[in-house]
């Protein structure tokens, strides 16, 4: 077996376990740690595909920053579901199994329903009139730069638009939650 | 000439309006002063064409529709003089005679608009020279019937009769109805000198027939032949007047004219003249043997009626188009004539009507007994008074034509001789039954006899002297297309119809005058069985209201059920259905986003499939 | 020999299955959030591979994913911002008491 099977084994094993404990880890903060695992190995994916800068931004940005962002939530907001039940540490796969197939208050349709969205697809997938050989790659960090800065420099400008929104959004957002506190909590 | 009908329409509306403040005298001169002038206009009608003047003949555009042409327009020939004559005659006096007998009542004015309204109606039918007016004026006399009948509607039986009568003859229209469709489609137009064209090029098509028989339908029920007959018993809770000129001389007399003025028709389809002769033979038998039976003075007089409209039918039917006319005629003068004899009887008695309470009335009320008298004769057919001439034809046009109604008809004049009789013995003879009823008995007033004399002049006399009157023969004047339907008088029939008619007096004399009370109820338990079923009238009332009143009320009941469950569940269902789904659907904006998004993914599923299967 | 290409959108489409189920079903709105980063990550697999295999020579499926992360960075902090307020205000981040814009 080649390099490129193993390792593409090993990080798709990586990332589809992932994403299922993500979903279905009763321990929010399991979900949140299996999360930046995915995260990491999709960055794995990249590099194969030869995407180099991508893989980096990857880590940093989503690895780095969201993860971040997110074990923030977590800490600040779930009080319960941090320590936790004890007993849920213990559970089987099959028993958490069943316990994520089942929602509240859809019972099985979402699974149902993401189940035919991945048969669907894989269907359509085999369909594929696939080219088996990629060609050589022949893209550099330099060219991204060099695209984003001409060819696709509006949605670039754009992008960082959207970032300071978001930025100022966030402030406004928990500033004025900060301040009502102050004021006695009175919501 | 066309002043005729309209006259009394005109009276009708002016007694409408103004009735109430003319009074009790002058409002119902009015009425008589409009119909006696229509009866001098046809008397000197008559004369002019008796000069030989042409038939009278006057139209107006009246509407067009598509290719038909309507006019509207009243004519007057021999038939129309014989019978329009004796018309304006009676209602003039009846009208005079009703200014006694409704003295009092409490809607005097409403009797007079209507009874003149009635004449108008009868006169426009007898003189419309298309079926659309005659249709017209068949539908007022309708109206005026109904009304009139249930004059006194305070009681709920009248008005019941009166519904009975307007259901029943309406039964008949629709006959009227179906011809008038089917005439106007097959010949293109409604005036009847058209129709009489059309029909002689196609004698014997099945239209001709089945027009033919739809008027005589209409006729069946507006002459009250079988089976049509129930409502004219019923009819006599009307008050005598009306009795007197609807349900005897005019109206019901208006069947037959049906059938003389389309003669042409029948003429053209032998079917549809004996299916005539036959339903008028039948009736004729029927209504006379009911009528022997009978407790009613007035109900006697109008199974009478039924019986000698049973003849006029069965006259046409074998061809004697002239002795039919001419008995409607005759019939006309001596039925009222009887009607008002048995109103002034009934008036004189405060509203007695039962014959077993009368008895022994003839020296309290000579005028009346008189009277009444000879109308009997008349009706029962002994010369010379005038029902002899008329019922003499008729027999003699059944002989010739079918032996079978001859003998129908001469049984029939030996049942009606001896009912009249029985009549006139237990109501004017023997010893007054009702002391208490009898105190009260006096003659009635002269507003009251005069026509009574009036009409008893005509009942003796006309037979004898119609051919003066008219200048010729009877069945010459009424002589219908070429031929004069003469048939050679023949002293068997004479013989047969006087005898019959002299051997009924004897015998109603005989039963009724000498033999004992005890001895004639010994018969009638003797023959207990048919008693009950003569006196029951045949059942026939029985008969309808099990089969038709029920059925049709259970047809109500179901269509009621349909249309609450099934059509009402329909409209409500779909609103509720359009209820439920919008509750349903407005689950889906529950506020889960996570709903949102299940459809969302939901709708991307769909759309692969869908995409997949056009073959995207 | 290099993968064949459909190796990866496989890859792909079962994360995103993944992601989506997630997103559906859980109630813990940090999580769905999370399940919604699995979701655009599949996506991006999904443009790389693309780019990689059928235009190897163009950058179009890299600058998108670049995009797409750039993006989904703004929409978690955004969402997480949110996120802490609801659960400061009611102590729950149950999405499904979450329902006041019900209809």
Redesign the interface.
């Known amino acids: 077996m ?1 390099l ?2 193993v390792a ?1 084994a090993v990080l ?1 094993a990586l ?2 376990y992932g ?2 404990k ?2 279905a880890s009763p321990l ?1 903060t399991h ?2 740690l299996f ?1 930046a695992l ?2 990491v190995s ?1 960055a794995g ?2 590099l ?4 180099v ?2 893989a980096v ?2 880590v940093l ?2 690895a780095g ?2 993860m971040a ?2 074990i ?3 800490m ?3 009080q319960r ?1 941090i320590g936790g039940d004890p007993s849920a540490q213990r559970m089987g796969f099959g028993e958490e199994l069943r316990r ?2 089942r ?4 019972g099985l ?3 149902a ?3 035919l ?2 048969v669907l ?2 269907a359509g ?2 369909r ?1 009139a ?10 550099s960090v330099a ?2 730069g060099r ?2 800065l001409t ?2 420099l509006v ?1 670039f400008e754009i ?1 960082s638009a ?2 300071l ?3 100022i ?2 402030i406004v ?2 500033a004025r ?1 900060g301040s009502d ?1 102050r004021d006695g909590g009175r ?1 | 000439m066309w002043l005729i009908p309209v006259l009394p329409f005109a009276a009708s509306a002016v007694l409408l309006f103004f009735g109430r403040r003319l009074g009790a005298v002058l409002g119902p001169l009015v009425g008589a002063a409009a119909t006696g002038t229509s009866f001098v206009l046809s008397l000197l009608g008559l004369l002019a064409l008796r000069g030989g003047a042409p038939a009278y003949h006057a139209q107006i555009r009246w509407a067009e529709v598509g290719d038909l042409s309507i006019r509207m327009g009243f004519m007057f020939d021999k038939l129309e003089a014989a019978v329009v004559t004796m018309v304006t005659f009676a209602s003039f006096f009846i009208q005079l005679y009703a200014m006694g007998y409704m003295r009092g009542d409490a809607k005097y004015n409403r009797f007079f608009t209507i009874v003149s309204l009635f004449t108008a109606g009868m006169l426009t039918t007898v003189m419309a020279d298309n079926l659309l007016l005659f249709t017209l004026g068949w539908e007022i006399m309708g109206f005026a019937s109904f009304s009139l009948i249930g004059h006194w509607f305070e009681k709920i039986e009248n008005a019941w009769a009166a519904f009975k009568a307007f259901v029943t003859t309406r039964i008949g229209d629709l006959g009227l109805m179906a011809a008038m469709f089917l005439l106007a489609a097959q010949a293109g137009t409604l005036q009847f000198d058209g129709i009489f064209e059309a029909v002689e090029g196609a004698a014997g098509a099945w239209w001709v027939t089945l027009a033919a028989l739809f008027l005589f339908w209409a006729a069946v029920g507006k002459s009250a032949q079988l089976p049509l007959h129930v409502w004219l018993p019923d009819a006599m809770a009307g008050p005598t007047p009306v009795s007197a000129l609807i349900h005897a001389a005019t109206m019901v007399a208006a069947g037959v004219f049906l059938v003389a003025r389309n003669y042409a028709l029948f003429e053209a389809s032998g079917t549809a003249l004996d299916v005539v002769a036959w339903v008028g033979g039948v009736t004729l038998l029927f209504a006379a043997v009911v009528a022997v039976l009978q407790e009613d003075i007035k109900k006697v007089l109008a199974y009478s009626t039924m019986s000698q409209l049973g003849y006029m039918m069965m006259a046409l039917g074998v061809g004697g188009y002239a002795a039919g006319v001419f008995h409607v005629v005759t019939h006309g003068y001596f039925k009222a004539l009887l009607f008002l004899g048995a109103g002034s009887v009934i008036h004189a008695l405060h509203h007695e009507q039962n014959m077993h309470r009368m008895g022994g009335l003839f020296r309290r009320m000579p005028v009346t007994a008189v009277t009444f008298i000879i109308g009997m004769l008349a009706l029962a057919g002994i010369p010379p008074f005038a029902g002899y001439y008329s019922k003499d034809e008729i027999l003699l046009a059944a002989y010739e034509a079918n032996s079978a109604l001859f003998w129908i008809g001469s049984v029939g004049a030996l049942l009606t001789a001896f009912y009249m009789t029985r009549a006139v013995v237990l109501t004017f003879f023997g010893r007054p039954r009702d002391k208490h009823v009898f105190e009260h008995a006096h003659e009635s007033p002269a507003v009251m006899t005069v026509p009574l004399l009036a009409l008893a002049v005509p009942s003796l006399l006309y037979g004898l002297l119609a051919p003066q009157l008219l200048g010729q023969p009877v069945h010459q004047w009424l002589a219908f297309g070429g031929h004069a339907a003469h048939h050679e008088p023949s002293s068997f029939v004479m013989a047969v119809a006087t005898g019959v008619a002299v051997a009924g007096i004897l015998l109603g004399a005989v039963v009724f005058g000498v033999v004992p009370a005890a001895s004639r109820k010994a018969v009638i338990s003797a023959l207990r069985p048919l008693y009950t079923v003569i006196k029951n009238k045949f059942y026939f009332d029985e008969l309808y209201q099990a089969v038709f009143v029920r059925g049709t009320r259970a047809l109500a009941g179901v269509a009621g059920v349909v249309d609450r469950y099934v059509i009402d569940g329909l409209v409500n269902g779909a609103a509720a259905l359009t209820v439920f789904i919008g509750s349903q659907t ?1 689950r889906l ?6 709903a949102y ?2 459809v969302l ?1 939901g709708g991307v599923v769909l759309g692969i499939i869908v995409f997949q299967a056009i073959g995207g | ?11 792909g ?16 709105a ?6 919604i ?2 979701m655009l ?1 599949a996506v ?2 999904n443009l ?2 693309f ?4 235009t ?4 179009t499926g ?2 998108f ?3 797409v ?10 969402g ?6 609801i ?3 009611r102590g729950a ?1 149950d ?2 008491k ?6």
């Open positions: 080649s490129q099977v593409f798709a990332i589809l994403s299922y993500v979903v929010i979900s949140a999360l995915v995260l999709v994916v990249f194969m595909l030869d995407a800068f991508l931004v990857q940005v989503y920053a969201v962002v997110i923030f939530a977590i600040l907001s779930e579901e994520a197939l929602s509240r208050h859809w349709l979402p699974a329903a993401a189940a969205l991945a697809a894989i997938i085999g594929l696939a080219p088996a050989a990629p060609g050589a790659a022949s893209t060219d991204v695209a984003l060819d696709y949605p992008a959207v970032l929104a978001a930025v959004g966030a957002l928990t939650e506190a919501s | 407005r904006t529950n506020g889960f986003a996570q998004m299940l993914v | 020999m290099p993968l064949p290409l459909p190796y990866f959108l496989v890859l489409a079962l994360m995103f299955a993944v992601g989506a189920w997630g997103a559906l079903s859980r109630s813990n940090v999580r769905v959030l999370m399940s980063e699995l990550n991006n697999i790389v591979a780019n990689r295999y059928l190897p020579s163009e950058l890299q600058i994913s670049i995009f992360i750039t993006i989904a960075a703004a929409e978690a902090a955004l997480l911002a949110i996120v802490l307020m659960a400061r205000r981040i999405i499904n979450i329902n006041t814009l019900r209809g």
